[in-house]
């Protein structure tokens, strides 16, 4: 598996993450436009990072950006421990297809279990996205089944694919 760090998002990344932001640069991640200089003021009021939600630069080993993961807590019952975390990748093109997809969801998912006290990160994606399916399987995760019509993308209503990694899973021995 390719390595990759994971580290806060700096403000000379936003630029090249908000170019990535659109349908030709990423049409998995793509769903509508957003304002100019969204990233910037998100980055300005938080870092990027929060209690419910957090964006986190992967860069590789030799300290290029090559893109960003991101996670986002999400609720399966009624109380505080029925949270688990939802974690998203977006790579810049010329970073895609060199593992470092699966190495980035591997590594947030280490980081979220050293640093949080979830027990489940999941993460979806469109049923027809089969690279981002084989990077999650790469990184262990679990596929559980199909989520009929769970997101509006492209113009129409679409199937998505659930995986999962549960804390029992991972070794965090690094942290």
């Known amino acids: 598996m390719a390595r990759v760090r994971l580290r806060?998002?700096?403000?000379?990344?936003?630029?090249?993450?908000?170019?990535?932001?659109?349908?030709d640069a990423d049409p998995w991640n793509w769903f509508n436009h957003t304002p100019a200089e969204a990233l910037h003021r998100r980055f300005a009021t938080d870092g990027m990072l929060s209690e419910e939600v957090g964006t986190l630069a992967v860069e590789t080993l030799d300290g290029m950006l090559a893109g960003s993961v991101g996670w986002?807590?999400?609720?399966?019952g009624p109380s505080l421990a029925c949270q688990a975390l939802n974690i998203g990748i977006s790579l810049l093109p010329a970073h895609?297809?060199?593992?470092?997809?699966?190495?980035?969801?591997?590594?947030?998912?280490?980081?979220?279990?050293?640093?949080?006290?979830?027990?489940?990160?999941?993460?979806e994606t469109d049923v027809e996205n089969i690279t981002a399916q084989r990077a999650l399987e790469r990184a262990d995760f679990t596929r559980e089944g199909v989520l009929r019509h769970t997101q509006f993308h492209?113009?129409?209503?679409?199937?998505?694919?659930?995986?999962?990694?549960?804390?029992?899973?991972?070794?965090?021995?690094?942290?």
Do not use: K, M
């Not at 700096?10 to 349908?23: F, I």
């Not at 986002?72 to 399966?76: I, N």
């Not at 895609?96 to 489940?120: C, H, I, M, N």
């Not at 209503?157 to 804390?167: F, K, N």
């Open 154 to 175: 492209a113009g129409r209503w679409r199937d998505g694919v659930i995986y999962s990694l549960l804390r029992a899973e991972v070794s965090l021995d690094q942290f």
């Open 8 to 23: 806060p998002v700096r403000e000379a990344d936003l630029t090249a993450l908000e170019e990535n932001q659109s349908r």
């Open 72 to 76: 986002f807590t999400v609720q399966h």
């Open 96 to 123: 895609r297809g060199r593992g470092y997809g699966s190495a980035a969801l591997r590594a947030l998912a280490e980081y979220l279990f050293a640093t949080t006290l979830v027990e489940r990160i999941e993460a």
